[in-house]
């Protein structure tokens, strides 16, 4: 029997994870399963037989086959939660089966004030590290097209830039909602 398998293309911000969830909780409403969560394609199953709500945590401490891992999952697998992958940079993808009669709340995988604001406090450290990087790499496309009058350079330099406000508009959204 051959799977029915189908690749999403598509990128969120890290302030826009809930538009991220949503996209997998609609999949699986239409029959398509989370595989493997990805930072620009996801991958389904379709399987129209079960439905699945999905949250993404953030937590780029736990390593591959590492003890934290192991605890991380465990912590997760006693509430219910279904562990699918951790992207590269410390997206963790997680699914629990959907049961109507099972309120809201219960699909919620922060349920304290500390542990969320840990989460974030984790995706504004991210976001600073880019902004740093961004910035360096920025100034020097400038200093190099500024000397060697290169317009290209210059470009690159104000699109960096631009990355740079971009990356400090999704921390203050962050940054609002603890």
Same mark, same amino acid.
């Given at each position: 029997m051959s799977r029915n398998i189908k690749t999403s293309y598509a990128a969120y911000a890290a302030w826009n994870v809930e538009m991220e969830e949503l996209?997998?909780?609609r999949q699986s409403e239409q029959g398509w399963q989370l595989l493997k969560g990805g930072c620009?394609?996801?991958i389904y199953e379709q399987d129209s037989s079960i439905r699945y709500?999905?949250?993404i945590d953030y937590n780029p401490d736990i390593k591959n086959g590492s =003890? !934290?891992?192991n605890r991380y #999952?465990?912590?997760f697998e006693e509430q219910g939660w279904e562990y699918v992958n951790t992207t590269y940079n410390g997206w963790n993808y997680l699914r629990k089966k959907y049961d109507e009669s099972l309120p809201i709340g219960e699909y919620e995988i922060y349920t304290d004030a500390s542990s969320y604001r840990t989460m974030m406090k984790r995706w504004i450290r991210l976001g600073r590290l880019l902004q #740093?990087? !961004?910035l360096i790499i920025g100034i020097q496309n400038l200093i190099i097209g500024t000397s060697m =009058?290169?317009?290209m350079n210059v470009m690159m330099s104000f699109f960096l830039f631009a #990355?740079? #406000?971009?990356?400090?508009n999704g921390i203050s959204k962050i940054k609002a909602r603890y």
């Amino acid at each position: 029997m051959s799977r029915n398998i189908k690749t999403s293309y598509a990128a969120y911000a890290a302030w826009n994870v809930e538009m991220e969830e949503l996209a997998l909780n609609r999949q699986s409403e239409q029959g398509w399963q989370l595989l493997k969560g990805g930072c620009f394609h996801t991958i389904y199953e379709q399987d129209s037989s079960i439905r699945y709500i999905h949250k993404i945590d953030y937590n780029p401490d736990i390593k591959n086959g590492s =003890d !934290e891992k192991n605890r991380y #999952i465990e912590l997760f697998e006693e509430q219910g939660w279904e562990y699918v992958n951790t992207t590269y940079n410390g997206w963790n993808y997680l699914r629990k089966k959907y049961d109507e009669s099972l309120p809201i709340g219960e699909y919620e995988i922060y349920t304290d004030a500390s542990s969320y604001r840990t989460m974030m406090k984790r995706w504004i450290r991210l976001g600073r590290l880019l902004q #740093i990087l !961004e910035l360096i790499i920025g100034i020097q496309n400038l200093i190099i097209g500024t000397s060697m =009058d290169s317009s290209m350079n210059v470009m690159m330099s104000f699109f960096l830039f631009a #990355i740079v #406000i971009w990356l400090q508009n999704g921390i203050s959204k962050i940054k609002a909602r603890y």
